[in-house]
């Protein structure tokens, strides 16, 4: 599991002039061509050295630049630092230093460009030119490993700069900074300091509304699983994820994040996660066709199938990485060999196992190109065979070199590991006394390595806890100091307010004297407002009166006229009747009577006018009813002929209404007078329906002997058909008259509402419908 962790924290690890830390790095907004235009341009200035420093970062930062390029950008480095000393440039020239190292450490010549880093440092601090300085010392530091030797130094100029850095207000790379330093705490096994730095690295990129935060999310996951925090190092390594997806998803850090989430889960036990964020980290590093990381990811993704218990798939996934990838690296091959070695014991397959074993004798004389670690596996793995295979004294070969390795290099996990393994060698041979002294060899190392780790946790915790208070003494200092800082400023604006107090209560009272006059002239402008609303309101509520009693007597004025045209319309059909006595020629009596009908329709209409409420509208349900019950009287149908009356609840205007009564006055006359001759026995239905919007239909129906045969509509004279078109006409409708077992005459029409109102409506009608001249009386 150790080497498992710590082939998780090689995934990121910044090592010797391989990648300088991020901070040095510049983002370029102009391409290669503009600046070289710019720079041809240019005069003798400190514009030409910052341009002449830009191409050399172009060329750095580009991975795609050749080597043999990078001489032509030295000597173009060296004409910016000639001119920065020409024109007493000093940013400019601890700047080109700074920009040369770079580029002898890609050349691969740390050796060159260590010194300039140096003299770069000392130029920027005796011009206090501080955030170049915090570049410099982080620049600096890449000069030196990760290892146990070098880690010291390293964290030291890493503070160095991160002072430089928060001296020159610079928050983004003092949270930069302390990202880095936090990574390098967690790296030399100083966990509690990490999480500090590493908090106030998220705090500080919070503050500024800095985004890709999954670095130091990644770092924080990480720290937490060092301190035994699994709950909090799952969040951030999930938060890790989830912004890295969402900002950068595809570069080679998306593997470190994946793979260090996939720890996590893999310390907590929760195998299959692990294996799920294994196998997403080798997919990002097969995008980028990394043979070490996909080969450091495999044994990762195997020890996973291992614990699951999944050892063929294993197997499977073991062969096919090394036949799809295969690598010529010494590390990766010692594992590779090593790891075949365990699967095939634990599969019992002997055979196999004992292959590799041959394959890791052939590379035993370069064991000694690798780190201890590495080394201490494979002997483990060979240790196993053996000891598998019960080839003790081979078996006790391997186990002391194993005891070698760690005790020259300290490796207590791996020392203690040892003697168990001479105990149980000594036990299959026999030999108890020397089993019993290895085995409590055994267990009194591990008990210490178990006191030493608790020793630890408590000495993480003791420092994270005084680091707390000691802040918390300098927040307390710095609340003291700005406290009597204030009490100062406050005796000394005491007295300035003292005076400004009394400017202010002068300048107050003439303001407030002014206000109050405004105040009084504003009130005094509301009043004569307010009289003026309150004539034009009683001006408006007298004409509404006024309006109101002409609307009342219109309304009076209105049913007056329809009752006297109701009263003429009736005088005129007793007039009918008188002259009806005086004539013996049977067509005229026949026009009188039907002349009779037809003033009645128009009458009844008047009649529910002067009688409604309303004289706008005719109520056409009841109007109807009343005209069917009257030609029922004045025909004595009796129950011979009955009416099936289907009609909605419609309102029409006197326009539509008289056309539409005096249509209905002809239908059914016409019905009762020819459609049921003799004593034939008939019904009548009478249907007024609205359809959509503002369309009707008005429907007259009989069960009749129907019209006949040669019967047109559209020719005959009849005056009763020329009526009904002549009134459908009147309202816009079309009318259609059909014989199929009886008589159906359908009116379909769209009402459109007139605003007027026309008492003489008798007369109208009278005049505008073209009667046959010997139907006039």
């Known amino acids: 599991m150790k080497l498992l962790t710590r082939i998780g924290f090689l995934l990121c690890s910044i090592l010797l002039c391989g990648v300088l830390p991020v901070v040095a790095q510049i983002e370029h907004s102009r391409s290669y061509p503009e600046l070289v235009s710019a720079y041809k341009k240019s005069k003798a200035d400190t514009n030409r050295v910052q ?3 830009d191409i050399g970062a172009y060329y750095f930062f580009n991975p795609n630049v050749a080597s043999s390029r990078l001489d032509s950008v030295i000597s173009m480095l060296q004409q910016a630092e000639a001119l920065s000393i020409a024109l007493k440039y000093p940013k400019g020239q601890g700047n080109t230093y700074r920009m040369l190292a770079m580029i002898y450490c890609k050349q691969g010549k ?3 460009g260590k010194p300039l880093v140096y003299k770069a440092i000392q130029i920027l601090k005796n011009n206090n030119n501080l955030a170049d300085l915090g570049e410099a010392y982080f620049e600096l530091g890449g000069y030196y490993t990760v290892s146990e030797i070098d880690i010291a130094e390293r964290i030291r100029l890493s503070q160095l700069g991160l002072e430089a850095f928060t001296q020159a207000g610079n928050k983004l790379k003092q949270a930069n900074g302390l990202k880095e330093l936090g ?14 730095a590493l908090k106030q ?28 925090d699994y709950k909090e190092a799952i969040r951030y390594g999930l938060l890790a994820v989830k912004t890295a997806e969402r900002l950068d998803g595809s570069s080679m850090q998306m593997a470190t994040i994946y793979n260090r989430l996939g720890i996590i889960y893999y310390e907590i036990k929760e195998f299959e996660q692990a294996n799920h964020y294994f196998k997403k980290s080798i997919g990002v590093a097969q995008q980028h066709h990394d043979l070490i990381t996909i080969h450091m990811l495999t044994a990762n993704i195997v020890r996973t199938f291992v614990y699951l218990n999944r050892l063929e798939e294993a197997l499977v996934y073991q062969q096919n990485v090394i036949k799809n990838y295969p690598i010529d690296d010494i590390t990766r091959r010692i594992i ?15 055979k196999q196992a004992h292959y590799y074993c041959g394959q890791l004798h052939q590379l035993s004389s370069q064991f000694n190109q690798v780190n201890a670690e590495t080394q201490i596996y494979a002997y483990d793995m060979l240790a196993i065979f053996y000891l598998a295979t019960q080839q003790y004294k081979l078996a006790q070969k391997y186990v002391r070199i194993h005891k070698a390795l760690a005790q020259r290099d300290g490796l207590l996990p791996a020392l203690a590991k040892n003697y168990l393994w001479h105990f149980k060698i000594d036990s299959a041979q026999g030999n108890y006394p020397a089993a019993i002294l290895h085995y409590q060899h055994y267990k009194a190392l591990k008990d210490s390595l178990l006191n030493e780790a608790k020793s630890q946790q408590i000495a993480q915790l003791q420092i994270q806890y005084e680091t707390e208070k000691k802040d918390q003494n300098i927040k307390l200092q710095q609340q003291n100091i700005l406290l009597l800082t204030k009490q100062s400023l406050l005796k000394e604006s005491q007295l300035k307010q003292a005076k400004l107090l009394r400017n202010i209560t002068l300048g107050g009272v003439i303001l407030l004297l002014i206000i109050i006059g405004l105040l009084y002239n504003r009130y005094l402008t509301k009043q004569r407002n307010s009289k003026k609303l309150e004539a034009q309101q009683k001006e408006i509520n007298d004409k509404n009166l006024s309006l109101q009693r002409l609307v009342t007597e219109k309304e009076w004025l209105l049913k007056e006229i329809h009752h006297r045209v109701k009263n003429n319309l009736q005088i005129v059909m007793s007039l009918l009747n008188s002259q009806s006595a005086y004539i013996n020629n049977e067509a005229a009596m026949l026009a009188i009577r039907s002349s009779q009908h037809r003033v009645q329709a128009i009458s009844l209409i008047h009649q529910k006018l002067y009688q409604s409420e309303s004289v706008e509208a005719i109520d056409m349900p009841v109007y109807i009813q009343e005209l069917v019950e009257y030609l029922r009287d004045i025909f004595s149908t009796g129950q011979r002929i009955r009416f099936d009356i289907q009609i909605d609840p419609i309102r029409l205007d006197v326009s539509y209404a008289v056309p539409l009564g005096l249509i209905l006055n002809e239908v059914i006359t016409n019905s009762i007078k020819y459609a049921f001759p003799g004593t034939r026995e008939g019904l009548i239905t009478i249907s007024f329906k609205q359809t959509h919007g503002n369309q009707y239909i008005l429907a007259v129906m009989d069960n009749g002997v129907g019209l006949p045969a040669n019967f047109d509509s559209n020719t005959t004279g009849s005056l009763g058909v020329s009526l009904i078109r ?19 005459v359908l009116v379909d029409f769209v009402y459109q509402k007139i605003n007027r109102l026309n008492p003489i409506l008798a007369s109208d009608i009278l005049i505008n419908t073209d009667l046959p001249s010997e139907t006039i009386i």
């Open 51 to 53: 341009l002449l420093y």
């Open 110 to 112: 740390p050796e060159k």
């Open 183 to 196: 990574d390098l705490y967690e790296l030399e096994g100083q966990s509690s300091k990490a999480l500090l």
């Open 201 to 228: 690295s998220l705090k500080l990129y919070q503050s500024i509304g800095y985004l890709p935060l999954h670095g130091v999310y990644d770092l924080l996951g990480t720290v937490n699983m060092s301190l035994g």
């Open 336 to 350: 590779n060999f090593s790891n075949f070695i365990d699967l095939h014991l634990r599969l019992k397959q002997y």
């Open 726 to 744: 002549g009134l459908s006409e009147d309202i816009d409708g079309k009318v259609c008259i059909e014989s199929n077992h009886g008589t159906t």
